[in-house]
């Protein structure tokens, strides 16, 4: 279930960080701004995928955006440390283009170590009926 929970934020992580780099760079935005868009981006779409799956079981907005937020805020930030940490700390890495196979690497190495790193995280916190099992309850 850990890493179902975290691929599940790894998924959205993803959406976001790609999706923030494409536009931070379509805008000639500098490497620290189009990070944070990213790390915002990220969020956003990590909390859209589990709110969609808590909507479609007819929980009403409010009560879904808690269990959103509830669920995924831990998983999110430490993802979101580890892969832009990883990011930030590969040579070359925050200089390297779309276009550039050094970004692309780099990105899935980053995510890869995110997920390895978050899987613990989650597994803790469902074994505490916290994180992604406070959101089992709203599945068929």
């Known amino acids: 279930m850990a890493a179902k929970a975290t691929l599940h934020c790894l998924t959205g992580c993803a959406i976001g960080e790609v999706l923030g780099m494409i536009i931070g760079t379509a805008l000639g935005w500098g490497n ?52 832009n940490g990883v990011i930030a700390l590969w040579p070359g890495a925050m200089d390297a283009h779309l276009s550039d196979p050094l970004f692309w690497i780099v990105l899935a190495i980053a995510l890869a170590a995110a997920f390895v790193i978050t899987t613990p995280v989650n597994k803790w916190m469902i074994g505490r009926g916290k994180g992604h099992a406070v959101v089992h309850q709203y599945h068929h």
Not at 55 to 64: N, Q, W
């Open 32 to 83: 620290m701004p189009t990070m944070i868009l990213a790390i915002i981006l990220a969020f956003f779409f990590g909390y859209a995928l589990t709110l969609r799956g808590i909507l479609g079981a007819g929980v009403d907005f409010r009560t879904a955006v808690r269990v959103a937020l509830a669920a995924d805020t831990l998983s999110i930030a430490v993802m979101e440390l580890i892969d």
